[in-house]
């Protein structure tokens, strides 16, 4: 099955920062890669996501980057805020939730 | 709201108790699911229900029972839980293929404590 590995586990940067999050992927047949964002008490939400015709989408402060070919992609954020502060997690699929592969998150804290 | 509820939002139960979680999701998705989310560890896949259908059980004690009446309701039944049950409980709905597939829409979650 699927295996998706997600690094750093922790990210502290400082306000107007940027912050950079990563993982991998071991299933090559996987073609769609969201990103979901958890605050503290809420429930995770989408983000951002990419698909596997495309090796970078953008909006906003956000974006992911893509390579299939290494397996794996990205999230990037720019300029980063207070309100970034959260924990992150990306996931993997073969384009169907019941093959939706979460990362073990990061945590990103935005020093004021 | 965002189209899917999850009651109650805590819930602290003896490990002699029997409880259930109740999620509702009113944006027409086809497929529903549970996962469990403990402190620094992944999400964990528990329950995939595709058309009222249970579609995946991972290894999940017996204690956890779901049941899927409508594509609209999901509920886990809860019994002689065990401290290390204690985690958020997230339900989630999506749209299953065919078209293109855009993820989970998740509950806000049942923070479960079995004392």
């Known amino acids: 099955g699927e295996n998706v590995e997600q690094h750093p586990s922790t990210l502290s940067v400082q306000e107007g920062d940027s912050a950079v999050i990563k993982c991998t992927y071991s299933?090559?047949?996987?073609?769609?890669f969201p990103w979901y964002k958890q605050e503290l008490g809420k429930r995770p939400q989408l983000i951002i996501d990419i698909r596997s015709n495309v090796g970078e989408k953008k909006d906003q402060r956000i974006a992911v980057t893509l390579n299939k070919t290494a397996k794996h992609f990205s999230l990037h954020i720019t300029e980063t805020q207070p309100e970034d502060s959260a924990v992150y997690f990306c996931a993997a699929s073969r384009g169907s939730a019941r093959q939706l592969t979460f990362g073990s998150g990061t945590q990103l804290t935005v020093l004021p | 709201e965002t189209g899917v509820t999850q009651t109650p939002r805590h819930l602290v139960m003896g490990m002699t108790n029997k409880k259930s979680l109740k999620c509702e999701q009113h944006?027409?998705?086809?497929?529903m699911y549970w996962y469990k989310q403990s402190a620094k560890k992944p999400l964990e896949l528990m329950f995939v229900y595709n058309f009222k259908e249970q579609t995946e059980n991972n290894s999940v004690p017996s204690r956890f029972s779901p049941e899927c009446p409508n594509s609209s309701h999901l509920f886990l039944h809860l019994h002689t839980l065990q401290p290390e049950d204690s985690a958020l409980y997230l339900c989630?709905?999506?749209?299953?293929?065919?078209?293109?597939?855009?993820?989970?829409?998740f509950g806000s979650g049942t923070r479960l404590t079995v004392v």
């Open positions: 299933d090559s047949a996987s073609n769609y």
């Open positions: 944006l027409g998705h086809n497929a």
């Open positions: 989630a709905s999506s749209q299953e293929p065919p078209g293109n597939y855009y993820g989970y829409t």
